[in-house]
């Protein structure tokens, strides 16, 4: 700022000088500000940058008002039309002072903004300055000055610097106490109370350490360290200059670092001082704005702001030295994902964030359409009704818009995205239709967030069904900082040392799990040895003669259709000389990547370690399955990866952060809000990572249940699975895993000792199983002959556990219960795979019921032969025959008024029973097993293809719960043999068939052979 005891010759001196230097200057992009300004403080408010500056071109720096600039980007500045403050008596609005409109100072807290600036105070007889406050709801104003200043600057006050100018405010974010610092010549700081505008009696300290103070006081905390800055010499000089400090507390005592910014005559740049400094949210990237003498005829009067980038030093994270420029700053949009430093109105501001009411555990989650926004729930109690946030919309955005609060924005903006889809379903219903949704009260309640830092803004309808909620927002919380928020910003680049770091520490932490330890383990057969240069461009294929411990990393991805990069017989030792790294897909490159930074010597990738020309090795290895994934060190699963081209590593969209202050488990600090997609907020599915490519792959799935725990690189962010649950960046997280075989992560382990419990029932297991294959239908094949091989790992270990016959996807002594398995969208592929019997002989979603679930047999299998492709009792199959007896009836087909265009309910259609020549009128609900995308055609095709053929049911379950009724199969009749084939499925009753097939003895039960 300004010093008294300057010798006016002085003055003329360098202001002489400043102009000469200045005028070999032609060309330049700076200053940042057009015309005279000076003494900058730069602050971010949602999404926008400010400059508070003062005005210049006064003799004596008499300017007496103060003006703010903005930007969105750092370059392009728009000027406040009047001054905000102005310091002249009566006639301004500030009433204590009188011109001197010195360097200002900013801060923002509970909604409001509070501005510190230096002026003229008539009542202090030995004419030093005082500081004063003003206060406004938004940055822009309108200001309301303080009618007293807060520092008099008089001698009876603790401390007195030789002016009380420059004020800058700043918050430990370490205890959230804020400081403010001030002084000329003697450098001052002090505690403010919580009215912003008053200082904590007791609290003044003198700052230690500073070389050459004179005034100019600037405070930021980067990393654990405070750094502060201030300016040395006069404002007048050309010698004005930044100088540094450091130190580990607010308070200090501060260690001086030198001079960090000094004027380059080459360039006419004179007077570099009086700086503040900011960081661009969501970066490491800083800047610091200050003054210079105006170019080319500037002055200690006349000076100009301008902007350059804050180095900081790789090895030390110190400030480094600001080479001044003549272009100032590029632009620098603060980005949507950035976090944002944000105001918190009132209400926000006294949010109970660690201990927010619960989520009712028992209430009812309906689905109201097919928008993951409209979500509501059923049986919510009164008493848990959570924590009152607003009670209307209209106050909800009066604080985000009026309030600027950016906590309230965020909700306000989720909440009108529900309320414009709400107001489409709504377009065109009665308001007394009994179709008609919900409508929230727009009374705002806040629950915690069930399965991650954050909470659920709520509210109850205004229909008459008690206890009915409908969800209006969700709000995820991550902190950069603390250990007690385990959400942290989700990183743009997922090859960055931040998102590698974090991975690294999922996989310490996972070893620190009991159900996760992991031990040495024999390698796989071969492997990929990425060697201990961790920059050499090579690798090699290791054969490990199977003898060989270690850890290894296994990757799970899809080959997709580009060429992939495979070992075969004539290549397989070339492999294992030398493999240019360059030479594979990108996501085997990365994967290599990822297990040297991980510290693991070994990969596993299938393509790579299995001969894929030599069907031997291919089976061998394949059935290895089970050990390859249970027992690697790490699984890398290339999740957003259509093929092996596509690479690990995402750059995921940027996701809006807006930061703030908070107390949670006692401390005190800064976290991060951001809109959280209830698709992620609600559903335990979201883990299935339905959306992801990789999970429409058939190998995958067994990769992923096998894997004892799994990095996957999805398209947004990083996630991990292990025995101990699921978790994302963000800090979602859930208990457990999905899918599994069991509850027991043992179950999957093959390094079990004698002392392992697989106390685990056989009917959760054959419900896992169960539901694994129903995940597992739908998804697709490179080769469709690897049906049964894909999920090989998977059948043996329920083979051991079930202790029984693995039969072409069936179990030996389950065979009744599973054979009348339910298709779904299904088509029979036209190679043979599996017999017609087999959930295998199609490709789609199948359904089959537990065994004991109210059925009771009346068909008994007498047979079973299964011939194999090779030696692997889980693998391709080449014929599979069932010897099975059981009741039988013969069907007949009738296409009269059949329309398969037509949408019909499963009770509807053309099939029906014939028992003698006479059509019962009682027809049965059927499915065929041949119906996917173009049901139409395909059922055409199919009711074709059943001419001249002989149709059956063979009945195998008696329904005893309910209505009683049958389950069987349909069947057709091969031309030429006494062979049968499964096409369907079909329900029957008594009437249906005009019989009771469990009167009928077994010796009048035909014996067939089904194929």
């Given at each position: 700022?300004?010093?008294?005891?300057?010798p006016?010759?002085?003055?003329?001196?360098?202001?002489?000088l400043?102009?000469?230097?200045?005028?070999?200057l032609?060309?330049r992009?700076?200053?940042?500000?057009?015309?005279?300004?000076a003494?900058?403080?730069i602050a971010?408010?949602n999404?926008?940058?400010?400059?508070f500056?003062t005005?210049?071109?006064?003799?004596?720096w008499?300017?007496?008002?103060?003006?703010?600039?903005k930007?969105?980007d750092?370059v392009?500045w728009?000027?406040?039309e009047?001054?905000?403050?102005v310091?002249?008596g009566k006639?301004g609005n500030?009433?204590?002072?009188?011109?001197?409109?010195w360097?200002?100072?900013?801060?923002?807290?509970g909604?409001k903004?509070?501005?510190?600036?230096?002026?003229?105070?008539?009542s202090?007889s030995?004419?030093?300055k005082?500081?004063g406050?003003?206060?406004?709801s938004?940055?822009e104003?309108?200001?309301?000055?303080q009618s007293?200043?807060?520092?008099?600057?008089t001698?009876?006050e603790?401390?007195?610097?030789n002016q009380?100018?420059?004020p800058?405010?700043f918050?430990?974010?370490k205890?959230?106490?804020?400081?403010?610092?001030?002084?000329?010549?003697v450098p001052?700081?002090?505690?403010?109370n919580?009215?912003?505008?008053?200082?904590k009696?007791?609290?003044w300290?003198r700052?230690?350490?500073l070389?050459?103070?004179?005034?100019?006081?600037?405070?930021n905390y980067?990393?654990?360290?405070?750094?502060?800055?201030?300016?040395i010499?006069d404002t007048g000089s050309?010698?004005?200059r930044?100088?540094y400090?450091?130190?580990?507390?607010?308070?200090?005592?501060w260690?001086?670092?030198g001079?960090?910014?000094?004027k380059d005559?080459?360039?006419?740049i004179?007077?570099t001082?009086?700086?503040?400094?900011?960081?661009?949210?969501?970066?490491?990237?800083w800047?610091?704005?200050?003054?210079r003498f105006?170019?080319?005829?500037?002055?200690g009067f006349r000076r100009?702001?301008t902007?350059?980038?804050?180095?900081?030093?790789?090895?030390?994270g110190?400030f480094?030295?600001?080479?001044?420029?003549l272009?100032?700053?590029?632009?620098?949009?603060?980005?949507?994902?950035?976090?944002i430093?944000?105001?918190l109105?009132?209400?926000?501001e006294?949010i109970p964030?660690?201990?927010?009411?619960p989520?009712?555990?028992d209430?009812i989650?309906?689905?109201?359409?097919?928008?993951?926004?409209?979500q509501?729930f059923?049986?919510?109690?009164r008493?848990?009704?959570?924590y009152?946030h607003y009670?209307?919309l209209?106050a909800?955005?009066?604080s985000?818009?009026?309030?600027?609060?950016?906590?309230?924005?965020l909700?306000y903006?989720?909440v009108e995205?529900?309320?414009l889809k709400?107001?489409?379903?709504q377009?065109g219903r009665?308001e007394?239709?009994e179709?008609?949704?919900?409508?929230?009260?727009?009374?705002f309640?806040?629950?915690k967030r069930?399965?991650g830092?954050?909470?659920?803004?709520?509210?109850?309808?205004?229909?008459?069904?008690e206890?009915?909620?409908?969800?209006?927002?969700?709000?995820g919380?991550?902190d950069p900082?603390s250990?007690?928020?385990?959400?942290?910003?989700?990183?743009h680049?997922?090859e960055?040392p931040?998102a590698i770091?974090?991975a690294?520490g999922w996989?310490?932490?996972?070893?620190r799990h009991?159900?996760c330890?992991?031990?040495d383990?024999l390698?796989p057969?071969r492997?990929i040895?990425?060697?201990?240069n961790?920059s050499?461009?090579?690798?090699?294929?290791?054969?490990?003669g199977?003898?060989?411990?270690?850890?290894y990393?296994?990757?799970?991805?899809c080959w997709?259709?580009?060429p992939?990069y495979t070992?075969?017989?004539?290549t397989l030792?070339d492999?294992?000389r030398?493999i240019?790294?360059?030479?594979l897909?990108?996501?085997?490159q990365?994967?290599?990547?990822?297990t040297?930074e991980?510290?693991i010597?070994?990969?596993?990738?299938?393509?790579?370690?299995?001969c894929?020309?030599?069907?031997?090795?291919w089976?061998?290895e394949s059935?290895r399955?089970?050990?390859?994934?249970?027992?690697?060190y790490?699984?890398?699963?290339?999740?957003?990866?259509?093929?092996?081209?596509s690479g690990?590593?995402?750059k995921?969209?940027?996701?809006?952060?807006?930061e703030?202050?908070h107390t949670?488990?006692?401390?005190?600090g800064?976290?991060?809000a951001c809109?959280?997609p209830?698709e992620e907020a609600?559903?335990?599915?979201y883990?299935?990572l339905?959306d992801d490519?990789?999970?429409?792959?058939g190998w995958?799935?067994?990769?992923?249940v096998?894997s004892?725990r799994?990095?996957f690189?999805?398209?947004?962010?990083?996630?991990f699975?292990?025995?101990?649950?699921?978790?994302?960046?963000?800090?979602?997280?859930?208990?457990?895993?999905f899918?599994?075989?069991s509850?027991?992560p043992?179950?999957v382990?093959n390094d079990?000792t004698?002392d392992?419990?697989?106390s685990v029932?056989t009917?959760?297991?054959?419900?896992?199983w169960?539901q694994l294959?129903?995940?597992?239908?739908?998804?697709?094949?490179?080769k469709?002959?690897?049906?049964?091989?894909?999920?090989s790992g998977?059948?043996?270990?329920?083979?051991e556990?079930?202790n029984?016959?693995y039969?072409?996807?069936?179990?030996?002594?389950l065979?009744?219960?599973?054979?009348?398995?339910?298709?779904?969208?299904?088509?029979r592929?036209p190679?043979?795979r599996?017999?017609?019997?087999?959930w295998?002989s199609v490709?789609?979603?199948i359904?089959i019921r537990l065994?004991?679930?109210g059925?009771?047999?009346?068909?008994e299998v007498?047979?079973?032969?299964?011939n194999?492709?090779g030696t692997n009792?889980y693998g391709?199959?080449?014929?599979g025959?069932l010897?099975?007896?059981g009741p039988?009836q013969?069907l007949?087909l009738?296409?009269?008024?059949?329309?398969?265009?037509?949408?019909?309910?499963?009770?509807?259609g053309s099939?029906v029973?014939c028992?003698?020549s006479t059509?019962?009128e009682?027809?049965?609900?059927?499915?065929?097993d041949?119906?996917?995308?173009d049901?139409?055609r395909?059922?055409r095709?199919?009711v074709?293809?059943?001419?001249?053929?002989?149709?059956?049911a063979l009945i195998?379950l008696?329904c005893?719960?309910?209505?009683?009724?049958?389950?069987a199969?349909?069947i057709?009749?091969?031309?030429g043999?006494?062979?049968?084939?499964?096409v369907g499925?079909?329900t029957?009753?008594d009437?249906?068939?005009?019989w009771k097939?469990?009167?009928?003895r077994?010796?009048?039960?035909?014996?067939?052979?089904l194929?």
């Amino acid at each position: 700022m300004r010093f008294f005891s300057i010798p006016s010759q002085a003055l003329v001196a360098f202001l002489a000088l400043g102009s000469v230097s200045a005028r070999v200057l032609t060309k330049r992009d700076s200053p940042v500000l057009p015309g005279l300004w000076a003494d900058p403080n730069i602050a971010i408010v949602n999404n926008t940058y400010y400059l508070f500056v003062t005005t210049d071109g006064f003799e004596g720096w008499g300017g007496n008002s103060f003006y703010w600039w903005k930007s969105p980007d750092l370059v392009s500045w728009t000027k406040g039309e009047k001054p905000f403050l102005v310091l002249d008596g009566k006639n301004g609005n500030v009433p204590w002072a009188t011109g001197n409109a010195w360097a200002p100072g900013f801060a923002a807290r509970g909604g409001k903004y509070y501005f510190y600036h230096s002026g003229n105070n008539p009542s202090v007889s030995d004419g030093h300055k005082s500081i004063g406050v003003a206060v406004a709801s938004h940055p822009e104003g309108p200001w309301k000055a303080q009618s007293t200043p807060m520092i008099k600057g008089t001698s009876d006050e603790p401390i007195v610097s030789n002016q009380a100018i420059d004020p800058a405010a700043f918050q430990d974010p370490k205890t959230g106490k804020w400081y403010i610092y001030w002084g000329n010549g003697v450098p001052v700081v002090a505690e403010l109370n919580d009215d912003m505008v008053s200082l904590k009696s007791g609290t003044w300290k003198r700052i230690t350490g500073l070389q050459d103070f004179r005034e100019g006081l600037f405070v930021n905390y980067r990393k654990g360290t405070y750094h502060l800055t201030y300016s040395i010499d006069d404002t007048g000089s050309v010698n004005y200059r930044v100088g540094y400090a450091t130190a580990d507390n607010p308070l200090g005592p501060w260690t001086y670092r030198g001079v960090i910014l000094k004027k380059d005559e080459s360039k006419g740049i004179l007077g570099t001082g009086h700086n503040s400094v900011i960081n661009i949210p969501g970066t490491d990237e800083w800047y610091i704005a200050y003054h210079r003498f105006h170019i080319p005829d500037g002055g200690g009067f006349r000076r100009e702001t301008t902007i350059d980038v804050l180095p900081i030093k790789k090895d030390t994270g110190l400030f480094g030295e600001v080479t001044p420029t003549l272009e100032s700053a590029h632009i620098i949009n603060i980005s949507p994902g950035s976090n944002i430093v944000m105001v918190l109105c009132s209400v926000c501001e006294t949010i109970p964030w660690d201990n927010l009411p619960p989520t009712p555990t028992d209430e009812i989650l309906i689905v109201s359409s097919d928008n993951a926004y409209l979500q509501e729930f059923w049986e919510w109690p009164r008493d848990c009704k959570g924590y009152s946030h607003y009670q209307s919309l209209e106050a909800l955005n009066s604080s985000a818009e009026d309030l600027g609060c950016g906590l309230c924005r965020l909700i306000y903006k989720q909440v009108e995205f529900c309320r414009l889809k709400l107001e489409e379903l709504q377009l065109g219903r009665e308001e007394d239709s009994e179709f008609r949704h919900a409508w929230p009260l727009w009374e705002f309640w806040i629950t915690k967030r069930p399965d991650g830092d954050g909470f659920w803004i709520l509210s109850y309808t205004d229909n008459n069904r008690e206890g009915l909620v409908r969800l209006l927002a969700a709000i995820g919380i991550n902190d950069p900082l603390s250990s007690v928020i385990a959400g942290r910003p989700v990183e743009h680049d997922g090859e960055s040392p931040n998102a590698i770091s974090r991975a690294i520490g999922w996989i310490d932490e996972c070893n620190r799990h009991s159900a996760c330890c992991h031990h040495d383990t024999l390698l796989p057969s071969r492997v990929i040895d990425v060697g201990d240069n961790r920059s050499s461009p090579y690798v090699r294929l290791w054969e490990t003669g199977g003898i060989e411990t270690g850890d290894y990393i296994a990757l799970s991805y899809c080959w997709g259709k580009s060429p992939q990069y495979t070992t075969t017989k004539s290549t397989l030792n070339d492999r294992k000389r030398q493999i240019p790294i360059s030479d594979l897909p990108q996501t085997h490159q990365d994967a290599i990547k990822l297990t040297r930074e991980f510290g693991i010597g070994y990969l596993w990738i299938d393509s790579m370690c299995i001969c894929q020309d030599d069907y031997d090795d291919w089976e061998r290895e394949s059935a290895r399955m089970l050990s390859v994934y249970a027992n690697a060190y790490l699984t890398i699963n290339a999740s957003k990866g259509n093929d092996s081209s596509s690479g690990l590593f995402y750059k995921s969209s940027t996701r809006e952060y807006f930061e703030f202050e908070h107390t949670y488990g006692g401390i005190r600090g800064r976290a991060l809000a951001c809109e959280v997609p209830f698709e992620e907020a609600m559903q335990h599915a979201y883990i299935q990572l339905k959306d992801d490519p990789v999970s429409h792959r058939g190998w995958t799935l067994q990769e992923r249940v096998l894997s004892r725990r799994t990095l996957f690189y999805s398209g947004g962010q990083m996630m991990f699975e292990c025995n101990h649950g699921f978790r994302k960046e963000d800090g979602w997280a859930i208990d457990g895993r999905f899918p599994r075989i069991s509850s027991q992560p043992q179950m999957v382990s093959n390094d079990q000792t004698k002392d392992t419990d697989l106390s685990v029932s056989t009917s959760e297991l054959l419900r896992s199983w169960y539901q694994l294959l129903a995940t597992y239908g739908g998804r697709k094949l490179t080769k469709p002959s690897d049906k049964l091989p894909a999920v090989s790992g998977l059948a043996s270990i329920m083979a051991e556990r079930l202790n029984d016959e693995y039969v072409a996807g069936h179990w030996r002594s389950l065979l009744i219960t599973e054979l009348p398995w339910q298709p779904g969208d299904c088509k029979r592929v036209p190679e043979y795979r599996a017999p017609s019997w087999s959930w295998a002989s199609v490709d789609g979603g199948i359904g089959i019921r537990l065994k004991g679930s109210g059925y009771s047999p009346l068909a008994e299998v007498l047979d079973v032969k299964v011939n194999l492709k090779g030696t692997n009792p889980y693998g391709e199959v080449t014929e599979g025959r069932l010897l099975i007896q059981g009741p039988m009836q013969r069907l007949c087909l009738s296409t009269e008024g059949w329309d398969p265009d037509r949408p019909r309910l499963s009770s509807q259609g053309s099939l029906v029973l014939c028992t003698t020549s006479t059509y019962l009128e009682t027809r049965p609900q059927y499915d065929f097993d041949a119906f996917a995308d173009d049901r139409p055609r395909l059922e055409r095709k199919f009711v074709q293809s059943l001419d001249g053929l002989e149709l059956y049911a063979l009945i195998l379950l008696a329904c005893s719960h309910g209505e009683d009724h049958y389950i069987a199969l349909m069947i057709v009749r091969e031309q030429g043999s006494g062979e049968y084939r499964r096409v369907g499925i079909l329900t029957l009753t008594d009437e249906t068939l005009g019989w009771k097939p469990g009167e009928q003895r077994k010796g009048e039960r035909p014996i067939i052979t089904l194929i």
